[in-house]
């Protein structure tokens, strides 16, 4: 380890003074532009980014171009990422030069009534960060020091960035009485539903099937039923191939009983009041899905009484839950690489996010999640490893086909 940077330090190379970033302008204005490269301050580090990581947050956060607590005023954007450290701010000894890291998008403050009891993720004053579509990006020193991990050899950059929505998903798993901690296996032989096949969906659906629950998905296109087992679903129900999703989906449950955990992933009111109807009597339905602010939802209080339900929702992630999520993905037994279907660079960024917005076409899976490389022609860890004995100058690793139409995206196979 270095010795401390008593007045801060940088990286041997020469760093230039200003950066490629995404910056979010307005809703559905997104533009890649030249800023000044941030500068570490005590405590912070500067952080090359070495892959970053599209998110249906940013989606939504894109769509309304603005977001009360995830965006500051500098509006740049994106928050999955990992890299390397290239600057340390006065002060920081745990990370030194060239350290590979996972800095997470927010650290809690850990002194309110939330931090003290355990609820990290509803801390009064959460700090988020943002700025992963750059080519550097500033990590505040209350995210160094209490979120941000170093990567061991072998894992690559693609695959710790994935750690901020697993985080999430971990964390509605374990207050959904899902444990990934010491005793693992506590939901063995559990039944649980996944309502919706999207990314979060999806991770869902892999992590539970890890901790040993049966998973019974259920899924809106054709193309995410072969998705959704892939990732472990047991059993896959398409709403629009039975007359009755609940009654299909309950069917196949043990004694047809209804889950023991019915987790939403959908964010819409329907699913809300299917998740309910799919839960057996003293289960537990947690809704996760977030629909827009100012949504209701009427539910039916005699079942949700007379069945003795657990109704409860989950939102973002704590140091625990993200330590765990990274455990998962270090550990090998989480395919993390097959969570990233495409590949772009930070200047087809603005075209990655337009097709994001358009409806999927059914029977043609889209993207899951979008690797996006803010030097392209670094091509990233994987990419690099991909093209060993291949030509160092080809733009497309191995295991990517051509440009998928004009969407900037390209596809990785399968
Ligand atoms: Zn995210
Ligand atoms: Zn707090």
New binding site residues.
Partial sequence: MAPAGQNGDVADRKIPRTMRAAVLRGAEDLRIEDVPIPVAGPGELVVQVGAALTCGTDLKVYRRGYHAKMLTLDRLFGHELAGTVAQRGPGVTAFALGDRVLPLNSA?????Y??RNGQ?NL????LFNNGAYAEFIRIPARIVEKNTLPIPDGVCFEDAALTEPLACVIRGLEESGVCFSSHAGSAAGKTAIVLGAGPIGLLFIHAASLAGLQVIAVVKRADQIATARRFGAQQVIRISDVPDPIAAARALTPEGRGADIVLEAVATPEAWQWAVRMARKGGLINLFGGPPSGTTVALDTNLIHYSDLTLKASFHHTPATARRAFELIVSGRFRAPDFHTGVASLEDLPMVFRSMMNRPVDGVAPEIKTIIYPERSSGGERATADLAGGSVEDPLPDGIAGDAGNSGISRRQP
């Fill in positions: 809690p403050c850990g002194q309110c939330f931090c990290q801390c009064d004053d959460l």
